[in-house]
């Protein structure tokens, strides 16, 4: 649980600061961390909440389409049970009548004839039970079936009045004589000149109509029957009993549309009821089925649409992470190349400032720096020329150290003043590996004395370019005399060439030396700026060595680690645009 206080946005905010940050950058500690936090949510909020309204829409009208689809196919369903058992009526009275005007009625009173015709008769219709004919009085005077119903009295028995007003009857089912849920079909035949009449009599079990019925059940929960309009089951019923038992629920008998409703089925569930009335029969078909099981189908959809869901959710988010982080980087490169392109126009501008300050300061301390030169030669020379006397040689020592720093101040002051001027530009073909060992003829004799071992892999075929020779040859001695201050005795300095490309040549001048922090690295390229130590070095030969690769149109990197040493990479273009 939260802390009094922190609410769960707090909570959000922590986690997607923590997890964005080190997704992004590695450390949660950024400005970009919060700004891709909050494009993430917007992306979110716009791709989700359309996928949202989509989803309850979809499921809105996928339930909807269920509904329909699930009450249409059971309307079907019932209206060809319906029709299976109308026919089943029809065709079979439909027989019997044909059956009793193809014979006489002395063929069916003659037992041996009515036990053949019955018995061809039910090669077709093996749903007859048996077969008998019935006299005006109610006597079943011959009769063929499994039953011993010949010289049974029906006179009583509601069927054979219904016979005898209709002329063609089916009951409903009871039981009779045998005791087994049965029906009747009865057809009346009457002779016209005695004025008696004959009833030819036939049943059929409920066996064909648990069939037929039984044939819409699909799930062990469903049950279908036929009951009749005083509420007694024509057939068996799955949760509510045997034929002719009393139904416990209320079935209205006569609509021929199929009518739907919910109720409680045998099993005390709340069902689905539809229900339809026969034509042929005034009996109900009715079908029942839990809720559970409608609503299964509908589940069924939704688990596959809720899996479809999850899955285009999680598609939708990588899609958003994916496309914050490549804009954040992106923005982060665009501000990072933005900064790098500020910093330049600063150092740019800081040589110029620098430059025009040099030009004045170096003029202005030239004229008493010579006079200085001048006096202290002087002093010196009359020194020199007096006798001895207390502290002449200590007289000597301060007047050549006064003599050193003039010297020292007239190489700064010339260097700002070629840092300052316009460098005037003479271009001409220049073999890079002749001038490389040329600048190293310079520095032979240092190296020797101090134990540095000076290394050339120089490219045999690399062509020559147009450019300065001049300040190409500053830009290698300030470069490599760098290097010499880097190095320990007994250290070594690498000098190579190669081809880059069609375009450019490129040089390097790698060192073994003590290496340049990275927090400095970035700064060395500024004037009056050195890693050297306090007297060594001026700070201006690397901001001066910077100036002219640029201008020739090159290019200066350097890489470097501490105590491992540092390494130069110059590109110089083939043909330079002076």
Known sequence: MPRSGTTMKDLYDRFASTWLGSMFFGSAESRY????????????????????????VAHYQAKKLIERQYKDHLVWQLRHTQESVDQFLSVHMAALSSLFQ????ETFQDQKSLQHVFSEFKKAFPNFVDLGLVDSNGLQNTYDGPYKLLGKNYRDEGWFHETVIRGVYISDVFLGYRQIPHMVMAIKSQAADTGTFHILRTTINTEPFDKMVGAMNYSHEDDTFLVNKDGFLQNRSRFHGTALTLLNMSIPCGAQSVIWTEGINGQNQKATIAYTGLRKKNWTLTFVQPLSVKKHYFYALQQSMTVVSIASFIGVVLLALWMTRRFVMRLREAEEDHDAILHKIEHSNKLASIGRLASGVAHEINNPMAIINEKAGLMKDLTEMSEDFANKDRFLDL???IHGAVIRCRTITHRLLGFARQMHVSPEVVDINELIREVLGFLEKEAFHRDVRLVLELHEDLPTVVSDRGQLQQVFLNVIN???????????????????????????????GCGIAPDKLKRICEPFYTTKRMGKGTGLGLSITYGIIEKLGGKVSVESEVNKGTKFVIEIPRESKL
């Open 102 to 105: 193809s014979h006489t009625v």
């Open 482 to 512: 760098n290097a010499m201050d880097a190095v320990d005795k007994g250290g070594e300095i690498c000098v190579g060439t190669w081809i880059k490309d069609e375009e450019m040549v490129a040089v390097s001048i790698s060192d073994s």
């Open 399 to 401: 007047l050549r150290s």
């Open 33 to 56: 961390v919060r700004f891709a936090r909050n494009l993430l949510f917007i992306i979110l909020v716009v791709a989700i909440a359309p996928f949202l309204i989509q989803g309850v």
